[in-house]
């Protein structure tokens, strides 16, 4: 029997930022559509060019998280810790962004992108959330939303998903004219990054073994 390494959730989570971060930029350079969660951010930065989409990342979170007061009415000190760590989430896509620019855009590359990006994504959305630390407000408003209307996760990040795509679309032909972020990756993403994060997990859980260095920090989620 192996013995399995433990790893303090504080590391996994940032690495798991980190990943997601490099994942996105390169999902875009592959020109295949991104994910529901980011489609929005990124059409509005499209459309109001001025800010940069990793800045419009911990916008529009923020935004969750002041619909989610409204609807909750019940605040927690994580939320602090959330928006804290978007705002590094947004900063590590304009520095990936920067870093990922200008690179080949032969066919065949964009889906070496792609695929090494869904890749690079499950792997670090299966670190953050295993981390057991306060979550970024994205997942903390689907996560709550879910408690407050005793509903199961699926149905709400369905709903959601839902929401950002019709958004993205609409606002996208109508202040662009044309369709921007979300394509075919959007859809398989959409169908498939599930299986792949629990594919994901099953072979982390077998080596590594994730534990907050803090209690307190795992407290704050509750």
Request: glycine share 8%; with cysteine; charged share 10%.
């Amino acid at each position: 029997m192996h013995t399995k390494i433990i790893i303090p959730g504080e590391i996994t989570f940032v690495f798991g930022i980190l990943l997601i971060s490099f994942a996105i930029p390169l999902m875009v350079n592959a020109e295949f559509g991104i994910s529901t969660i980011s489609s929005l951010p990124f059409v509005l930065s499209r459309i109001w060019n001025q800010i940069s989409f990793g800045i419009w990342n911990p916008l529009f979170q923020v935004g969750l998280l002041i619909l989610l007061l409204a609807i909750t009415k019940r605040f927690k000190s994580g939320y602090l810790i959330s928006i804290v760590l978007s705002v590094f989430f947004g900063m590590s896509i304009d520095l990936f962004t920067q870093t990922l620019s200008g690179l080949p855009s032969e066919f065949w590359e964009r889906i070496l992108y792609f695929v090494f990006s869904f890749g690079i994504m499950c792997v670090g959305i299966s670190l953050m959330v295993g981390s057991k630390i306060p979550l970024m407000v994205i997942d903390t408003f689907l996560n709550d939303l879910t408690l407050f209307y005793h509903v199961t996760y699926r149905r709400i990040k369905t709903i959601f998903d839902i929401i950002c795509v019709t958004l993205s679309v609409a606002l996208s032909f109508l202040c662009l004219g044309h369709l921007e972020g979300v394509g075919i990756g959007t859809i398989i993403m959409a169908c498939i990054t599930g299986f792949g994060v629990q594919a994901v997990n099953t072979v982390l859980s077998r080596v590594i073994i994730i534990r907050p260095w803090s209690r307190r920090l795992e407290e704050m989620v509750q």
